[in-house]
């Protein structure tokens, strides 16, 4: 595997569900992102890892829940969604220490829709 | 407050023609780092170039070229001879400051159809 990968790639869920969304990057960085893209929207970021820390947390609700067990993986656990939370999620990582780039690497994100 | 803006948002153009994509961006900082990415029907994000706020040169890439111009704050992108494998949204970014910024701030994109 080469890149980052997310799975699952879609998932249904109804809003009593708990599931979780997992990113793996096979880059060897140290900064994992997790964004949302909802139609017609900017992709917003939801949190921000670096070395396993979380560094940024832009007021998510609380059932998302992100988890960084390491620099390789990342998770976000879901649980008692919302209809409104269906979007595209993606997954991106970069070297964090690297002076002037911040360029990011995406997955190609989960498509979750809530029932 | 960075901001990104991307007032186009769709194109359509016939294959062969050129197009280009507009981003106005807002920022504070002097140093700042310029980005456009490509989401095909697939969903994942492809990183096309950076750009950062020292460097006013424009840049050409095979078909593709961006002109960057801090006098009115853009960073404009263009496809020359489109093609259908053009088809994507295309996002453009924005980072402010230098060493261990990770913060990316995006457009709403535009979508680009190329029509055969």
């Known amino acids: 595997e080469t890149g980052v990968t997310q799975t699952p790639r879609h998932l249904v869920m109804g809003m009593t569900n708990k599931k979780s969304l997992k990113c793996e990057q096979h880059?060897?960085?140290?900064?994992m992102y997790w964004y949302k893209q909802s139609a017609k929207k900017p992709l917003e970021l939801m949190f921000v890892y670096s070395l396993e820390e979380r560094v940024e947390n832009n007021s998510v609700p609380s059932r998302f829940s992100p988890e960084c067990p390491n620099s390789s993986h990342l998770f976000l656990h879901l649980h008692t969604l919302q209809p409104e939370d269906s979007a595209l999620y993606l997954c991106?990582?970069?070297?964090?220490?690297?002076?002037?780039?911040?360029?990011?690497?995406f997955g190609p994100g989960t498509r979750l829709t809530v029932l | 407050a960075q901001k990104v803006t991307q007032a186009q948002t769709e194109i359509s153009v016939v294959e062969k023609e050129d197009v280009t994509l507009d981003c106005v961006y807002e920022t504070r900082d002097t140093t700042y780092y310029l980005f456009w990415y490509k989401q095909p029907p697939s969903g994942e994000l492809v990183f096309l170039i950076r750009?950062?706020?020292?460097?006013?040169q424009n840049e050409i890439s095979g078909r593709y070229s961006w002109n960057f111009q801090k006098s009115t704050s853009s960073f404009n992108f263009t496809i020359t001879a489109s093609q259908v494998v053009d088809s994507a949204v295309y996002f453009c970014a924005l980072s402010e400051g230098g060493f261990g910024n990770e913060k990316l701030t995006f457009g709403t994109g535009t979508r680009l159809t190329i029509i055969p």
């Open positions: 991106a990582s970069s070297p964090r220490w690297t002076g002037s780039y911040n360029e990011q690497f």
């Open positions: 880059l060897g960085h140290n900064a």
């Open positions: 750009r950062n706020s020292f460097d006013e």
